[in-house]
């Protein structure tokens, strides 16, 4: 998706710069061997369409300058060098920003309003795209910025990491593969239309993806389940061969400027290889297996005497869980005395997002801009409209500026009042970071996960019991058991990690990097399912499904979702920090409300936005790198509690080596 596509840029160490023998660039360099400017080459004559004058007047000044050879001479070319780079920088920012300004609108539009059989706004999406990605893959660009940065003595850091990220944007969209970026955008655009445009049925009749979880989330009868279960995976059937292609298409332009594969390019955006990658989320995953491995004994049982059912079954039946693609198991459990979701029945949806906006707001924050609430799209379409739109919420930074727009289907439940705070945590980190000392390159999170570990933690915060009884959601002083709630938080959080960092990411890696064939999505799709998640089908899912495709990242955000995993475990670190350094609570039951020491150590990490090292940010922040610590140590109070209502339990995932 593009707006929510790339949020984190490269740390300059290790982004991947293409060497002249990689893409039909230019290999002229613009400096001799000995470090003098070179004017003859033909780098610098060029057909360029903009910045031109810039650079014939670098051109003079560099001449001058190289008929000394004293040292103030040649600290005089630095100045002129470094100068030239930020007269370059500046002018591709301010491009950058107009054509996807121009292009978000157009993909906006192609979103929120998408009417069967009218191309008209796929059509100037397309163009919209094709223009940006002319700009940012263009030959030129990609010279410069190579050129650039081999002058490593002469960047500042910011120009540095600018430069990397225009080579990171050329990479997606070479101009020296025009024509296979074209039909990737025409693809890409095709298979968001496909997919939002669907019309879900269940017995011929039409519903909303909020209806079906709906069932998911409430319904006894399994009959019924099933059907609603199945419906949701009806779309998939007609995004395969679009899938297909787009892989192909992903993989081919990325290959261009020397990546293997789509996964890879998408990976080294965290300044990691794919086995760096893939290891850390091995990593996570093994950490956290043996809760999650209790969990998983816990659900069989209590799913199969919830439905009457009694034979207990080894992998857990898919419709059986709460959710389309078994995420998250949270509304399994109902905790007496902290019952979020009949508080939200008062309620209703403009509440849910207000009230997001308040708790950021009392933490420091700005009152979201007038034009939030106007431009965003926030709540379900009336029965009745004749368009659909994107059922999945995401949040939009237009001019990469002030025009923040969120696009979701929000109903007064629990998990709306969740997913708000997490598409408000996107629209406070873009607010936070549109200041003077974040270029526009740079306008993106420290990495992709920070971006959503942010508003997840919110969310997250805004569900704990003192939150809550501070809000009146739920009485004050109400008694509830406290391993009731951390059960039902650990059915959510921990029970993500699996589906994250194995379904999900191992999918995407197999299926870019493996060129996983088109006779085997379903096979492996479910083969992961089984294996991490310990899921099954309710029957048999042949190839003619692609079940895969159901998930809307698979198609418009690919080869990203370990962000997601990596956000689980970042929010865990930096909650446990607020809690015991900041708040001095315990990291259970905190209340971060008009907290502005809260409010300031968030700011705090969102406003340098990406000009700082992902890793140093953790650093200097918490005082410990990435880790799962925080996590595991939330959690470890059900490990005992598990392992008693476990026992006499026969356990399906075998035990960890
Ligand atoms: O896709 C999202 C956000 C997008 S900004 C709503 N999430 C993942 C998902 O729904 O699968 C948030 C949690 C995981
Ligand atoms: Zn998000």
């Not at 290999?27 to 400017?37: D, L, R, Y």
């Not at 319904?219 to 389940?225: H, Q, S, T, V």
């Not at 501070?470 to 699996?498: C, H, R, T």
């Not at 969102?606 to 610590?629: H, I, N, V």
Request: hydrophobic share 35%; charged share 25%; net charge negative.
């Amino acid at each position: 998706m593009e707006i929510l596509r790339c949020y984190g840029k490269t740390s300059i160490t290790n982004l991947h710069i293409p060497q002249p023998n990689e893409a039909s660039v230019s290999s002229a360099e613009p400096f001799t061997k000995t470090g003098k400017p070179n004017f003859l080459l033909p780098s610098l004559t060029l057909k360029i369409n903009f910045m031109q004058k810039n650079y014939i007047l670098l051109a003079g000044i560099l001449a001058i300058y190289s008929c000394s050879n004293d040292k103030s001479g040649s600290n005089n070319i630095n100045k002129a060098l470094q100068d030239s780079i930020q007269t370059y920088l500046n002018d591709y920012n301010k491009k950058y920003q107009q054509l996807n300004t121009i292009a978000n609108e157009t993909s906006w539009l192609t979103q929120t309003h998408i009417v069967e059989g009218d191309s008209s706004n796929s059509v100037a999406n397309n163009k919209a795209q094709e223009a940006l990605a002319e700009f940012t893959g263009s030959s030129f660009n990609i010279e410069k910025a190579t050129q650039y940065l081999k002058q490593q003595d002469n960047l500042s850091q910011l120009q540095g990491k600018q430069l990397k990220s225009i080579l990171y944007e050329a990479a997606n969209n070479p101009g020296t593969l025009q024509e296979v970026v074209k039909a990737r955008i025409k693809a890409e655009t095709k298979q968001t239309e496909d997919l939002f445009g669907f019309d879900f049925k269940i017995d011929g009749k039409s519903v909303s993806t909020n209806d079906i979880d709906e069932i998911l989330a409430s319904e006894k009868n399994m009959a019924k389940r099933q059907k609603a279960w199945e419906a949701s995976k009806e779309v998939g059937k007609g995004l395969k061969t679009g899938l297909m292609n787009l892989r192909d298409l992903r993989n081919k332009t990325v290959q261009g400027l020397g990546y293997k594969d789509y996964f890879e390019y998408q990976v080294s955006e965290y300044g990691m290889t794919t086995q760096e990658m893939i290891d850390m989320l091995q990593k996570f995953n093994k950490e956290l297996y043996p809760l999650f491995r209790e969990l998983h004994t816990y659900a069989r049982y209590e799913l199969a005497k919830k439905f009457n059912v009694k034979e207990v079954p080894d992998l857990i039946p898919a419709h059986w869980l709460p959710n389309r693609w078994g995420q998250d198991w949270s509304s399994l459990i109902e905790v007496k005395g902290i019952n979020l979701d009949s508080a939200l029945k008062t309620k209703d949806a403009e509440w849910i997002v207000k009230q997001g906006e308040r708790f950021y707001v009392s933490l420091g924050f700005p009152e979201l801009p007038k034009t939030f609430w106007e431009k965003s799209d926030l709540y379900p379409l009336p029965k009745d409209a004749k368009y659909k739109k994107n059922n999945h919420a995401s949040a939009w930074h237009m001019d990469y500026d002030k025009d923040v727009r969120s696009l979701m289907s929000v109903i007064p439940n629990s998990e709306w009042y969740e997913t708000s705070h997490h598409e408000l945590g996107h629209i406070y980190y873009y607010l936070s970071y549109s200041n003077p000392d974040v270029p526009i390159l740079l306008r993106e999170g420290a990495n992709r996960a920070y971006h959503e570990a942010l508003g997840t933690m919110m969310g997250m915060a805004a569900m704990q019991k003192p939150f809550m009884e501070n809000l009146n959601l739920i009485p004050k002083g109400n008694k509830s058991d406290e391993m009731q709630k951390l059960l039902k938080e650990a059915l959510n959080y921990v029970v993500f990690i699996p589906f994250s960092t194995g379904t999900m990411s191992m999918f995407e890696h197999d299926f870019y990097a493996n060129n996983l064939p088109s006779d085997q999505l379903n096979k492996r799709w479910w083969e992961l399912a089984a294996q991490y998640q310990g899921i099954a089908p309710p029957t048999t899912r042949g190839e003619d499904y692609c079940d895969a495709a159901t998930k809307t990242h698979i198609n418009d955000d690919p080869a990203q979702y370990y962000d997601y995993a990596l956000s689980s475990i970042l929010l865990f670190q930096l909650h446990d920090h607020i809690a015991t350094t900041i708040l001095h609570q315990d990291p259970h039951a905190t209340n971060y409300y008009d907290n502005k020491e809260v409010g300031k150590f968030i700011s705090g990490i969102m406003t340098p936005g990406a000009s700082k090292d992902w890793r140093e940010m953790l650093k200097e922040k918490t005082g410990s790198d990435l880790s799962a610590k925080a996590m595991l140590d939330y959690f470890s109070p059900l490990m005992d509690y598990l392992k008693k209502e476990n026992e006499n339990r026969k356990y399906t995932l075998p035990e960890l080596k």
